[in-house]
C-alpha cells in the first residue's frame, strides 16, 4: 500500500513570497490533515478536511495560509506571504476515520530568509 | 494549542534495558495515541488506546491509561539502538476532533 506523498521535500523562500505544498493522501482515506511542526515541538493541526469539506481550520491563520482539497483526494497548502516564523515541517496525514490512527507523510522542510 | 506533556524530555538508555515515558492531558478522551519520529521514518502510529482500556500490548510496547489521573505512560522493553527517536502522545477527543500532540520525549538508545 502507498504511503502518503507530500512534494517538495525542502523549500527555501525569503519573507514575503509564497509557497505551495502538495499531498497526496492513501487512496481510499476519506480524511486529510495539515499539520506544521516547529522545531523541538510536536505537530500542530492547522487544518483537516473530510472527502473535499472543511471540518476544522481553528487554528489555520487565515490572513496569509490556506488550503483546498479538490475532488476529495489531493491538497495544497499555501503560505502567502510568508514569515520568518513559518519556518517548520509542514506534515500531511490521512486516516479513513477521524479519530483513528493517522497516516504521516515524509513532511516539507520550508526555511523561511 | 499543545494539550499533552511527555515526561521526561529526554531519556537516555543502555540498549537491552527498558524505557518508560509519561503523558498527561487536560481534557477528555476517546483515545490517545502515541506516535515514533525519527529521521528515516517520519512520524509513525504505535499504539491507540481507547477510553474505556487500561493497558495494551503491541510487541515490546505496553500502554497504559489511567483516566481519572488523565495519564498514560508507554513502557519500550528491551530497547534496540533502532528505538532511537522522539515518541508523541497525542489525544483525540472524538468525533471530528483532529490529534493534539504533546512536545515529546526525546529516547536515545545507547549501544
Known amino acids: 500500500e502507498a504511503g502518503v506523498a507530500q512534494s517538495p521535500r525542502y523549500k527555501i523562500i525569503e519573507k514575503r513570497q509564497s509557497v505551495a505544498f502538495w499531498c497526496n493522501p492513501i487512496s481510499g482515506h476519506a480524511t486529510l490533515y495539515w499539520y506544521q511542526q516547529i522545531l523541538g515541538q510536536g505537530p500542530k493541526l492547522l487544518i483537516q478536511f473530510q472527502n473535499n469539506g472543511v471540518v476544522d481550520d481553528s487554528q489555520l491563520p487565515k490572513d496569509r495560509f490556506s488550503a483546498e482539497r479538490l475532488k476529495g483526494v489531493d491538497s495544497t497548502l499555501k503560505i502567502q506571504p510568508a514569515k520568518l516564523e513559518d519556518s517548520a515541517v509542514y506534515l500531511c496525514?490521512?486516516?479513513?476515520?477521524?479519530?483513528?490512527?493517522?497516516?504521516f507523510g515524509p513532511g516539507t522542510r520550508l526555511t523561511v530568509t | 494549542s499543545q494539550q499533552g506533556e511527555e515526561d521526561p524530555q529526554a531519556l537516555s538508555i543502555q540498549e537491552g534495558e527498558n524505557a518508560t515515558m509519561n503523558c498527561s492531558y487536560k481534557t477528555s478522551i476517546n483515545n490517545l495515541q502515541w506516535y515514533r519520529q525519527n529521521s528515516g521514518r517520519g512520524l509513525v502510529h504505535l499504539i491507540l488506546i481507547r477510553s474505556n482500556e487500561r493497558e495494551k500490548h503491541s510487541g515490546r510496547l505496553r500502554v497504559t491509561l489511567d483516566t481519572s489521573k488523565k495519564s498514560s505512560s508507554l513502557l519500550i522493553t528491551a530497547s534496540r539502538a533502532a528505538d532511537t527517536a522522539s515518541y508523541f502522545c497525542?489525544?483525540?477527543?472524538?468525533?471530528?476532533?483532529?490529534?493534539?500532540f504533546g512536545k515529546g520525549t526525546h529516547l536515545i538508545i545507547q549501544p
Open positions: 496525514a490521512s486516516s479513513l476515520v477521524f479519530y483513528y490512527e493517522q497516516y
Open positions: 497525542a489525544r483525540s477527543g472524538g468525533g471530528a476532533d483532529g490529534l493534539t
